[in-house]
DNA sequence: TCAAAAGTGGAAGTTAACTTCAACTTATAG
DNA sequence: CTATAAGTTGAAGTTAACTTCCACTTTTGA
């Protein structure tokens, strides 16, 4: 069992730094098997999550699926090698806010700067929101990241400047809430998430001022291609089918005898 | 070609009185069964989204798959049947929303209502969302919303309650936002979309004074459980595999020579 | 009552992933 | 240089939907 390594650091958050590893080291073309795969896998989770299918990685890798399958047996390994440094550069993030002298603009600056981190990569993403839990790096990061964000908001509040009725679950939600947002509308305009935190952000600070926000409202083609990409459900539902009006889709009162 | 029956009403908006159907009538049997494809396809819908299978619904109803395939050769026409006397219905809130005389009163009252009314039905929400311009019901119904919505922002913003600096688009962006909130949320605590409309409608509204917020701060554990069921990508990613540490799944540094 | 039209059911075909594995190739150590 | 362990590959098996089709049943109207 050398899969938990926790190194305590100051404050008591767990450190990720890498144990020697014990296992021999891979065979050269190996090695550099691995490494195309990560790249590959890499960019095709950055742009389409983390769906993306072995088969597919495989492809962009110039290589076998056996040899994904071999090399990551389970796509937590995968996942591990794609995001334990996000994880760390997130912390590094938090660290940062809370080194900002004004308590309300280190929860402004580490909120935005983690969407800025998330905004290129979508499979980070969807790891940060819900994959998180199903992982042993992600439980391992909740583990790291929450006590941060919990600090960061006793600053705030105690400085008058959050409101004293959010709690740190709800900035954990409104996370959640514009990063949803996000998924959504990065490819019709990357910076529209700015908008939408800035009135969250009005919306929970005490104070009466309102920053202007950025960007302009989207007009109406703009809504329509950020509502077509919202979360889909499984397969299409509008296909182009055959022209014939489908049996009965034409109305018919539910009375008729 | 007689599925497209506009009938100008007051304002223009497009009436959904249905035309007398031109095919003769359904059998007994199959109405019947008709009707028990819609109830079953209604629950399961409202319940798990619009990407329920025929193969279910037609369990759910007692009846063979082909019959449900009969009925509704296409999804769209299953959705008309399902959602179009929603669509009445939201139409219908908004007309109320516009009568009432405090603008910003009506604008806070439709969007209340209007996730009231979807807070029951998964399904209504995805087809409210996304799936709607892929349909003819949903490219119609937003033809008929976005006018009365347009209204309602324009006296909530002639009456100076509205930030000058918010359009149309931000509120139907908006509704998306916390729509989407609300699908990871109703199932765990059904009223937590409360909050985070009420943090937004503050961050949007020009006076400077906050409603206080309903409910309380999730705590951890129910935050866990809403990120868990947050719009998962397709396949699991945390099946429980052979224990068995995933080959270099722990951690190696990707400097290793 | 009975023939024709309408409707039904569900097995079988289709599609699109995911995963395994046994024959083959390559690097490495001696 | 060679034996061997490590690694590679992609075809074939598996799974889980979606959809079609036709032999059979039910309703209807003359």
Do not use: C, K
Request: proline content about 7%; overall charge negative.
């Amino acid at each position: 069992m050398n899969h938990d390594f926790p190194l305590l650091r100051y404050d008591g958050a767990v450190s990720e730094i890498p144990p020697p590893s014990d296992r021999p080291p891979l065979r050269r073309d190996a090695e550099r098997n691995r490494r195309r795969i990560l790249t590959a896998a890499r960019g095709l989770i950055a742009e389409r999550g983390l769906g993306v299918g072995y088969e597919e990685i495989a492809r962009e890798a110039e290589v076998g699926v056996g040899t994904v399958y071999r090399r990551f047996p389970s796509r937590d390994g995968l996942f591990y090698e794609l995001f334990h440094d996000r994880v760390d550069a997130v912390v590094g993030i938090l660290e940062e806010a809370l080194a900002v002298e004004d308590p309300w603009e280190g929860l402004r600056r580490f909120m935005r700067r983690d969407f800025e981190l998330q905004a290129s990569d979508r499979g980070l993403r969807e790891f940060m929101l819900g994959g998180a839990d199903s992982t042993e790096l992600g439980r391992r990061s909740r583990g790291r990241i929450q006590p941060l964000v919990a600090e960061l908001v006793e600053r705030a509040r105690s400085a008058g400047r959050l409101r004293a009725d959010v709690g740190q679950g709800d900035i954990e939600i409104i996370l959640a809430m514009v990063g949803g947002l996000m998924d959504a509308s990065v490819r019709v305009d990357p910076d529209l998430w700015r908008r939408y935190l800035a009135m969250v952000l009005d919306g929970i600070q005490s104070g009466d001022r309102h920053d202007e926000l950025p960007g302009e409202p989207p007009d109406q083609a703009e809504v329509g291609r950020i509502l077509a990409g919202w979360a889909r459900p499984r397969r299409g539902q509008g296909r182009p089918r055959d022209p014939e009006a489908p049996a009965r889709a034409g109305p018919q009162s539910e009375t008729g005898s």
